[in-house]
């Protein structure tokens, strides 16, 4: 093994020099350089980001892999950087043993029907949160693990070697400020009646040694403020290239929070189709059922003389009372036509309604409905099974049942 004796061994005198420079200024005992307080601002803002840089890493890659050991098996795999393997997600799990009981009980029947309309659609809230997870990596959490792992180790080697620099920069004030106080104690005018000639000789001897030592002093102390200076100064590029970086994560969150948003608007959109799916299909599986009132849930005796559709073509509503057909006009023809504000409301057998989302209303012909407001509902013959017309004080028109919650 080749090594140099003698750097080894002024290194290990610097190491030993600089750890008691520091001692003693922790204690008290020694001077200490102090940086302008722009530059300690700017120590404090890169302390700030790198601290809360941190934390906002680990809290997102929790909340975009909530399972501790896959996010352990990722960074193994990043560290020996290799591939990550694909993982299923929960939605398509939950997808796919949904699909697999749907087969087992009867893919015909009303429950496998519905198993399998909504395990397609956890399927693609799935991929939903897969496409989430990719996108949200690479634009947001890459760029603030590059920021830790490069520059932000740039940043503290500069600092620790600007601090060694600064320890450096004191010890040598310190030898400069004991050199010159040996030297004016030397060149003091000894007392002639208590010191012999011998030590005058001696005193002059010791002042020229001083002389020459705070001369070498002087020299070093103005070497390591030369390079005290160049340090400070590529310090302070690189901490004030904190703001570049700044505005680097900004545009990062930015677009974090597009991924999320495109994401969860993805995630309603699938959840609102389902409901439509599952709601027109309701009154067919429960059958039967939420019936308010068997009288009117067929149409009166004069109805069974219209020429051009009988009461037994008339399609059922088993969820809402039905207002009497208008005599002379087929239902296909009632329904084309229809004008909410001309429609009046069956005598009996009107429900009441609670809202469950808010609705924007389409055209005039719809009313606009406000989430937890309470409506009254009926249905007129040859609508659509998933419209309704509501009623709120003097205003009427077509909603949508999926966003009603029909009470008894």
Not at 61 to 68: A, D, F, M
Not at 230 to 247: D, M, N, Y
Not at 395 to 408: C, D, F, I, M, R
Request: proline share 6%.
């Amino acid at each position: 093994m080749d090594f140099n004796v003698k750097k080894l061994a002024s290194d290990a005198g610097v190491f030993f020099s600089r750890a008691m420079q520091f001692t003693e200024e922790k204690l008290g005992q020694a001077e200490k350089t102090e940086l302008d307080a722009h530059f300690e601002n700017l120590l404090a803002r890169a302390d700030f980001t790198k601290n809360w840089t941190e934390k906002i890493l680990r809290q997102t890659e929790v909340l975009l892999q909530p399972n501790p050991s896959a996010r352990v098996e990722e960074f193994l795999y990043e560290k020996l950087d290799r591939k990550v393997p694909s993982r299923v997600t929960n939605g398509e799990l939950l997808a796919q043993y949904m699909t697999e009981a749907a087969n087992d009980f009867g893919p015909g029947t009303p429950y496998g029907k519905t198993l399998i309309k909504v395990g397609e659609t956890q399927r693609r809230l799935g991929a939903a949160e897969r496409d989430f997870i990719h996108s949200a990596s690479i634009n947001f959490l890459t760029p603030l693990r590059n920021f830790l792992e490069g520059d932000w180790r740039t940043i503290s080697k500069e600092r620790r070697i600007l601090q060694n620099r600064r320890l450096d920069l004191d010890a040598c004030k310190a030898r400069l400020k004991k050199a010159k106080a040996a030297e004016a104690k030397a060149a003091a005018v000894p007392d002639f009646q208590e010191t012999r000639p011998r030590n005058y000789v001696l005193s002059a001897s010791a002042s020229a040694l001083w002389s020459d030592e705070v001369e070498k002093a002087e020299h070093e102390l103005r070497l390591t403020q030369t390079e005290f200076d160049r340090q400070a100064e590529v310090t302070r590029l690189l901490l004030e290239g904190i703001s570049s970086t700044h505005v680097n994560h900004l545009r990062c969150l930015h677009e974090f929070v597009e991924s999320q948003t495109n994401y969860y608007a993805q995630c309603y959109q699938y959840m609102l189709d389902l409901q439509k799916q599952l709601g027109s299909s309701k009154g067919e599986i429960f059958s039967g059922t939420f019936v308010g009132n068997a009288e009117s849930t067929s149409p009166p005796p004069a109805a069974t003389s219209l020429p051009a559709v009988t009461a037994a073509t008339l399609p059922a509503v088993p969820t809402i009372p039905v207002v009497p057909t208008i005599v002379g006009v087929p239902n296909t023809v009632a329904e084309s036509v229809l004008n909410p504000n001309e429609v009046k409301p069956p005598a009996s057998g009107t429900r009441k309604a609670r809202v469950l989302y808010d609705y924007e209303a389409a055209d005039s012909t719809e009313l606009a409905l406000l989430a937890d407001e309470m409506i009254t509902v009926y249905s007129l013959p040859g609508m659509d099974p998933d419209w309704l017309i509501g009623e709120r004080g003097n205003q009427k028109g077509k909603v949508p049942v999926t966003y009603l919650e029909l009470l008894s």
